[in-house]
C-alpha cells in the first residue's frame, strides 16, 4: 500500500522533472538568442505605449549639423575656432564638456585640458532590437569619465540606456553656439556633449529611432543624471523568478480545472508583464518578462502533455477492465482473422442454434439504400430469385417499414421448396442489415423459437455495429491524423460506447431480478437497503411491511417470519459472525403451511480491498420449491395472461444465456438452494459489473 510520505515524494519528483523540462527548454531558446528578441520587442511597446519620459534635461549636445557644416564649423577644428566654441561653452560654467567623438575627429592635435577625452563607449544592442546600453570601461571611456566628473554613480560595466523619446535631447548647432547667439545660461550646470550630428554621419537602430553614436551617449548621460538607468536582475536572479512562476504554475494547475487553469496562466502573463512595464516606466528595473513569459506559456503545456500521458494509460486501463468485465472481445473476430471468416462462422452457428435449411447474411451500410450480402450458407446466390437488394422495394419493404420479422414464399427458388424469414437486425432504431433464414415449407415456428430468433438477430446485430466501430477506428491518414480531434478523444469516445453496452447489460440483468418470482433484496452489511426486486415490493406490502424505501433487512425478516426481534438479532449475529448462509422458515398462511423460505448469504468475497460487502436475501415462496419450474414463474404475479399488456423486461427467455434457472429441465423439481445460488450469481454479476466501490442497482 503506497503511502501519503510516499505518494507526496513522487509527486514532488514529478513536479521537479516538469519544472526542470521547463527550464532546459528555456535554457536553448535564450542560446538561440530568441528571449533577447522577445525582451526587444517588448520594450519598444513599452517605449511607444510611454511615450515622452520626463526629463531635468542636465545634457545638452553641441551639435555638428549640416548647417554648422555648410557655415565652415566643421571639424576638425583648428585651434581659434575651438577657442571660441569652447569659451562661449564655458562662460556659463557647464558641470562636465565631453567630446563624443573620437578626439581626433574633434580636433586638430590634442583636446583642449578643459574637454573630456576617450575611446567610445560599446554599444549593446541585443536581440536585434537596437542600441539599448552601454559596455563601459572604468576610466577609459568618454562617458565613464563624463559621469564621474559630474559626480554621477559610475562603475557599472553596463549602462542602460533610457531614452527620452523620439524627439530626442536638446540639441544645438555648433555655429550658433560659437557665435554667442544663444541666451546667458544655456549650459550652466549641465553636461555638454561635442559630436557630429549631420545626416552623413554614422548611424545606429535604437527603440525609439536611428540616432548618431553622439546622440545615443547624450540619453545614456541623460538617463544617469535623471536617476532613471534601470537596475537589471542578474541572471541568477532572473532564472530564480522564473523558476518560481513555473513552480507555482505546477502547484496550482492541477488543482484547478481547464477554465481556471486558463484564466491563472493568463493572469500570471498580464501580471508579468505589468510588473515589467511599471519598472521600465518608472527607470526602476528592467525585469526581462520573455524568461518568466516562457515559463508561463510552457509550463501548462508540459504539465498537459504529462497529464494526457497519464491519462491514455488510465484509459487505457479503464477499456482493458471494461472489456473484461463486459466481454466485449466476445462480440469482435480473432486478430488474426479475416471478415469473412467471422460472418460464415456466424452465419454456420445461427443455423445451428434455430435448425433452419440456409442463412444469408445482408449487411445494410451506412447512408446507403441496397443491401450487401455478407455471407450465404446451405444456398447459393443464384437461388436468390429476389435479385432487387434495395430494402425500399419488393421483398424487403414491409420489414423494412415495421422492422419486424416478415414470412416471405418467394423469396428463394421455389426448387428449393422453403420459405423464408426476413429478420431485420436492428441497432436502436437504425436498420444495419437483414438476417435471412430458410425452412421447409411446411415448417412451424413456435413463439419460443421465434424470440430465440429475435435474441439471435440482435447479438448478430451487436456484432456488426462492433465491427463498423473497430474498422472506423482504423489508423487514420495523416491528413485526417492533423485535421482530426486526435486519439484521445476517439479512446475515450471507445469507452464511453463500451459503457453504454454494460450499462444495456446492466439493464437487461435487473431486468431479470425484476421479472423473478422469488423475492431479492441487497444490503449493505449494517442491514441498509440498496435494492429490492418487484416481486420483494408486492410481497412487503401484502406482510403489512408497506414502503422497503426506508426499511432495512432486520425489518424484513420480522415482517416475513415469526421470528420475535431478539431472535432476529441472534440469527443476523450468526450471519455475520460465522459468515455462511442463514435459512429460516417465514410466517404460516391460514392452512398453517409455511409461505416462505428465507435464504441470507453473503456475495462471495470482493478481491479489491474498498469494496464493499454486501449481503443477499432471498424471500422464496414455497411453491417454487415444492414444484417444478414453468415459463409463467418468471412473471409477476400481478400480471394478467395478456402478452401484449406484459413489460418485455418480464419475460424470460431460455434463448439467453444469463437466464437463472436455466440448468432446470422441464417437470424437474427446484430446491431452494439451487434457486439461491441462481439468484446471488445474477446479483454477484451486477456487483462485479459496477467496478470497484460501487453498486448500481437501482432503487424503485
Not at 431478539?566 to 440469527?571: G, H, L, Q, T
Amino acid at each position: 500500500m503506497v503511502t501519503r510520505e510516499r505518494a507526496w515524494r513522487t509527486r514532488a519528483i514529478v513536479a521537479a522533472g516538469k519544472l526542470a523540462l521547463v527550464l532546459v527548454v528555456l535554457a536553448v531558446v535564450e542560446v538561440l538568442g530568441l528571449t533577447a528578441a522577445l525582451d526587444a520587442t517588448l520594450v519598444r511597446g513599452y517605449y511607444a505605449l510611454r511615450g515622452v519620459r520626463h526629463t531635468d534635461q542636465r545634457v545638452v549636445v553641441v551639435g555638428f549639423d549640416d548647417e554648422s557644416l555648410a557655415r565652415g564649423a566643421a571639424p576638425p577644428l583648428a585651434a581659434p575656432e575651438l577657442a571660441t566654441l569652447l569659451a562661449a561653452i564655458h562662460k556659463d560654467r557647464p558641470a562636465v564638456v565631453a567630446a563624443a567623438d573620437p578626439a581626433w575627429r574633434l580636433f586638430r592635435g590634442e583636446p583642449p585640458d578643459r574637454v573630456l577625452a576617450g575611446a567610445p563607449p560599446a554599444f549593446d544592442a541585443p536581440g536585434g532590437g537596437g542600441v539599448t546600453g552601454l559596455w563601459l570601461e572604468r576610466d577609459a571611456s568618454v562617458v565613464s569619465r563624463a559621469l564621474a566628473a559630474a559626480g554621477l554613480p559610475t562603475g557599472r560595466p553596463r549602462l542602460p540606456i533610457n531614452y527620452v523619446g523620439a524627439e530626442g535631447l536638446p540639441m544645438l548647432p555648433a555655429h550658433r553656439v560659437a557665435r554667442g547667439e544663444l541666451p546667458a545660461g544655456t549650459f550652466a550646470g549641465r553636461i555638454v556633449l561635442l559630436g557630429v550630428v549631420a545626416r552623413d554621419a554614422a548611424v545606429a537602430a535604437t527603440p525609439v529611432g536611428r540616432m548618431t553614436p553622439a546622440e545615443i551617449q547624450a540619453h545614456a548621460l541623460s538617463g544617469a543624471a535623471d536617476g532613471v538607468a534601470w537596475a537589471q536582475l542578474p541572471g541568477a536572479l532572473r532564472w530564480l523568478f522564473t523558476s518560481i512562476v513555473g513552480a507555482a504554475l505546477l502547484v496550482l494547475l492541477p488543482r484547478v480545472d481547464e477554465t481556471r487553469g486558463l484564466v491563472l496562466a493568463g493572469g500570471a502573463a498580464v501580471g508579468i508583464l505589468l510588473v515589467d512595464y511599471v519598472g521600465f516606466a518608472t527607470g526602476w528595473l528592467l525585469l526581462g518578462a520573455a524568461a518568466p513569459l516562457g515559463a508561463v506559456a510552457l509550463t501548462p503545456l508540459v504539465h498537459g502533455i504529462a497529464e494526457r500521458r497519464l491519462l491514455r494509460r488510465r484509459l487505457g486501463d479503464v477499456r482493458r477492465d471494461i472489456r473484461l468485465r463486459s466481454e466485449l472481445h466476445s462480440l469482435r473476430a480473432d486478430g488474426g482473422e479475416d471478415d469473412r471468416r467471422f460472418w460464415m462462422r456466424v452465419a454456420e452457428l445461427a443455423r445451428l442454434y434455430i435448425d433452419c435449411r440456409s442463412s444469408i447474411v445482408a449487411e445494410l451500410p451506412a447512408d446507403r439504400w441496397h443491401l450487401s450480402l455478407r455471407v450465404i450458407a446451405g444456398a447459393s446466390i443464384g437461388e436468390i430469385r429476389e435479385k432487387r437488394r434495395d430494402v425500399r422495394r419488393g421483398s424487403y419493404r414491409t420489414a423494412h417499414l415495421t422492422l419486424n420479422p416478415v414470412w416471405q414464399d418467394d423469396f428463394m427458388s421455389r426448387r428449393r421448396g422453403e420459405k423464408t424469414l426476413l429478420v431485420p437486425l436492428v441497432s436502436g432504431s437504425t436498420l444495419v442489415g437483414f438476417w435471412i433464414l430458410n425452412f421447409p415449407a411446411d415448417a412451424f415456428i413456435d413463439p419460443p423459437h421465434l424470440k430465440l430468433i429475435a435474441g439471435l438477430a440482435r447479438e448478430i446485430a451487436l456484432a456488426i455495429v462492433a465491427r463498423r466501430r473497430r474498422v472506423a477506428a482504423a489508423p487514420e491518414d495523416r491528413l485526417a491524423r492533423l485535421l482530426g480531434e486526435g486519439r484521445l478523444l476517439g479512446e475515450v469516445a471507445a469507452i464511453a460506447d463500451a459503457l453504454r453496452e454494460v450499462g444495456a447489460d446492466n439493464k437487461r440483468l435487473v431486468g431479470l431480478l425484476d421479472a423473478a418470482p422469488a423475492g431479492v433484496c441487497v444490503a449493505s452489511l449494517w442491514g441498509e437497503l440498496r435494492y429490492a426486486n418487484a416481486a420483494l415490493r408486492a410481497i412487503a406490502v401484502e406482510e403489512g411491511l408497506g414502503q422497503l424505501d426506508e426499511r432495512n433487512v432486520a425489518d424484513v425478516l420480522l415482517a416475513l417470519t415469526p421470528l420475535a426481534k431478539d431472535e432476529v438479532d441472534d440469527a443476523l449475529r450468526k450471519l455475520v459472525r460465522e459468515g455462511s448462509d442463514l435459512s429460516l422458515a417465514g410466517r404460516q398462511d391460514t392452512g398453517r403451511r409455511v409461505k416462505y423460505q428465507l435464504v441470507l448469504g453473503w456475495l462471495p468475497e470482493p478481491e479489491q480491498e474498498d469494496k464493499e460487502k454486501l449481503l443477499v436475501c432471498s424471500v422464496i415462496p414455497t411453491r417454487l420449491a415444492t414444484r417444478a419450474v414453468r415459463a409463467s414463474d418468471f412473471h409477476d404475479e400481478r400480471t394478467t395472461g395478456d402478452d401484449n399488456k406484459q413489460p418485455a423486461t418480464t419475460a424470460f427467455d431460455r434463448s439467453d444465456a444469463t437466464l437463472p434457472y436455466d440448468r432446470a429441465l422441464p417437470h424437474q423439481p427446484v430446491e431452494s438452494g439451487e434457486i439461491t445460488e441462481e439468484i446471488r450469481g445474477l446479483v454477484d454479476s451486477l456487483h462485479d459489473a459496477d467496478g470497484p466501490g460501487h453498486v448500481t442497482l437501482p432503487r424503485k
